[in-house]
């Protein structure tokens, strides 16, 4: 059973392009988290997608947005990208059987330059 | 807003010695807590989820204890192992609308366990 898998794992862009991440999750999880992790610190809340609708949201500005498709699987994009923006991105899983427990993938590196 | 504070930083132990990483938050009203191990470069990998009703949990070499009203919780390592080197992070769960788990987590602890 394959867990959380996301892509690409590395790659570089340039300030003010736009990026797509990509997640599918552990399989028979419904629900999507997306975290930003900086160098240093744990991981912040972005937002949760579930029924391929955003339900929370955390503290990021309009750039960052997102997508599920009806196979669970979901999209994170950001747009005008900043310096700022460099950090290892992590999706998350969870559903009906996993109770409280989520699962995370092994994240997105995305370096700004 | 609740803030999650993880002490120490960074530790350095030699093999063999047991330790405690300390984790706080400032909101005692949170669902459960988690203790998750995060390899360099890695995602994260739970270790232990400790419900808000419960006082600890334990497996293997590791306990984790929660005490919300002082807004505290542990993780005990006994008999470290290089193995063991790793950051951890504490997450505080709160529960909001649409039965929704929302994830604090500290800036975690960097542990080197030195053979």
């Known amino acids: 059973d394959a867990g959380v898998t996301q892509s690409p794992t590395h790659l570089i862009k340039t300030r003010g392009q736009q990026v797509t991440l990509r997640c599918s999750p552990k399989?028979?999880?419904?629900?999507v988290s997306w975290y930003q992790q900086a160098l240093g610190q744990g991981p912040q809340f972005i937002f949760q997608?579930?029924?391929?609708?955003?339900?929370q949201r955390g503290n990021f500005p309009d750039r960052f947005s997102g997508h599920q498709f009806p196979n669970y699987s979901s999209e994170l994009n950001v747009n005008a990208l900043l310096l700022g923006d460099s950090a290892l991105y992590l999706c998350?899983?969870?559903?009906?059987?996993?109770?409280?427990?989520?699962?995370f993938g092994e994240g997105s590196w995305l370096t700004v330059v | 807003k609740q803030e999650v504070t993880q002490i120490p930083a960074a530790l350095s132990v030699p093999e063999g010695e047991n330790l405690v990483l300390n984790c706080s938050f400032t909101?005692?009203?949170?669902?459960?807590l988690q203790w998750f191990r995060q390899d360099p470069g890695k995602g994260l990998t739970s270790l232990l989820l400790?419900?808000?009703?419960?006082r600890e949990q334990t497996s293997g070499r590791l306990n984790a204890s929660l005490d919300k009203s002082s807004g505290r919780s542990t993780l005990y390592i006994a008999a470290s192992q290089p193995g063991d080197s790793a950051t951890y992070l504490c997450?505080?769960?709160?529960?909001?609308?649409?039965?929704?788990?929302?994830?604090?987590f500290g800036s975690g602890t960097k542990l080197n366990v030195k053979p």
């Open positions: 998350a899983s969870s559903g009906t059987d996993s109770g409280n427990t989520i699962y």
């Open positions: 399989s028979g999880h419904d629900t």
């Open positions: 997608y579930y029924e391929e609708e955003e339900r």
């Open positions: 909101d005692s009203a949170i669902y459960n």
């Open positions: 400790i419900q808000s009703s419960q």
């Open positions: 997450a505080v769960i709160r529960t909001t609308v649409y039965n929704f788990n929302k994830f604090y």
